[in-house]
């Protein structure tokens, strides 16, 4: 006789055998200047060819669009990732969604695995912009109909729009690399380098059953931080710190140093987005830390590709994620076992 559990899993099997042979005809996967790398990877793992459009510039500077095939009636993914340079990738992210709003596509799909001006998601100072909510606005009025995101610094930019956000994690990316390589045999604890951080912490601190750290920090002017005090134990453990943006790098080193401080074996560094700015990457590998894992949402010159780090591929997850909305099923059960 059968036993629930099993035909449970064995209508999930059939599931995922119907997902995986389930007909792509009508998507097409577009991509801009941002990060074709990623784009390719994406459509190698769908099995599709990238769509043909062509994103140059004027000789004043202005960006100049041209799909050079038919989107009429079909699924449209416009792959961008709004990073640097930020403003000329945003500009031509809007251009490309009214472009294939004027070819008549059926529906058009935002896949940006990072959110650039994500950071500005509130007012701290009297006068500050929301820009986060700013570039929320014009992807709409641009003409998208919905947005798939990775792992966004604030989760309430998801309200910033009127249209439907898929909202990606890939924290457990890194959770099963980190499984693999043997750190859940190993004394370790994770470390949420700022209070804001603590649900991502806290979701991979379950996935590898380890116990939980926070810093408690606070930031005088952007890109400058002093360290309040660590809550938890990380004396004589291996410190796996997790955050979604590492920028200037500053952030991540001082808590390295403080965690080594208070008696921490060694620290690991983790990002979703290696933004990398200046020589971040030589100075973490100048630095204690003995290990950068990051994904690839945000492409890393190969000059910055320096020993200790380790670039996880996002194009998996993301490729699902787009097959699930082309077929219109769910894109939540992706993450039932993380949060």
């Known amino acids: 006789m059968e036993t629930k559990a099993y035909k449970e899993e064995k209508s999930k099997a059939m599931m995922d055998t119907q997902f995986e042979n389930a007909p792509i005809n009508n998507l097409r996967l577009f991509t801009g200047n941002a990060h074709p790398e990623l784009a390719k990877r994406i459509a190698d793992h769908l099995g599709v060819e990238l769509g043909r459009i062509t994103c140059t510039r004027f000789n004043d500077g202005e960006t100049l669009v041209q799909i050079t095939e038919s989107t009429r009636g079909l699924d449209v993914f416009i792959i961008q990732p709004t990073c640097a340079p930020a403003n000329d990738n945003v500009m031509e992210l809007l251009i490309m969604i009214d472009a294939f709003r004027r070819a008549s596509a059926r529906r058009i799909t935002v896949v940006m695995p990072y959110y650039g001006y994500a950071r500005q998601d509130k007012k701290i100072k009297p006068r500050e912009p929301v820009t986060a909510r700013l570039i929320a606005d014009l992807i709409t009025l641009a003409g998208a109909n919905r947005i798939l995101c990775c792992d966004l610094h604030a989760e309430q930019i998801q309200g910033f729009f009127t249209l439907p956000v898929d909202h990606l994690y890939l924290g457990p990316t890194i959770g099963r690399h980190l499984l693999t390589e043997g750190y859940g045999d190993r004394d370790v604890v994770v470390v949420s380098p700022d209070v804001g951080g603590v649900q991502r912490a806290r979701s991979l601190a379950n996935q590898l059953r380890k116990p939980l750290?926070?810093?408690?920090?606070?930031?005088?002017?952007?890109?400058?931080?002093?360290?309040?005090?660590?809550?938890?134990?990380?004396?004589?453990?291996?410190?796996?710190?997790?955050?979604?943006?590492?920028?200037?790098?500053?952030?991540?080193?001082?808590?390295?140093?403080?965690?080594?401080?208070?008696?921490?074996?060694?620290?690991?560094?983790?990002?979703?987005?290696?933004?990398?700015?200046?020589?971040?990457?030589?100075?973490?590998q100048d630095s204690s830390v003995s290990r950068v894992i990051s994904t690839d949402t945000v492409p890393i010159p190969q000059n910055k590709l320096v020993p200790k780090l380790n670039v996880l591929s996002s194009a998996p997850l993301l490729a699902d994620a787009i097959k699930r909305i082309h077929l219109d099923q769910s894109v939540s059960t992706l993450f039932n076992d993380y949060r």
Do not use: W, Y
């Open 213 to 284: 750290a926070i810093i408690a920090k606070r930031r005088p002017e952007p890109g400058q931080v002093d360290i309040m005090e660590i809550i938890g134990d990380v004396r004589g453990k291996v410190a796996v710190m997790i955050d979604d943006i590492v920028d200037s790098g500053n952030s991540v080193l001082q808590g390295a140093e403080a965690l080594l401080s208070r008696g921490a074996t060694e620290v690991v560094v983790t990002c979703t987005h290696p933004v990398f700015s200046g020589n971040a990457t030589q100075n973490l």
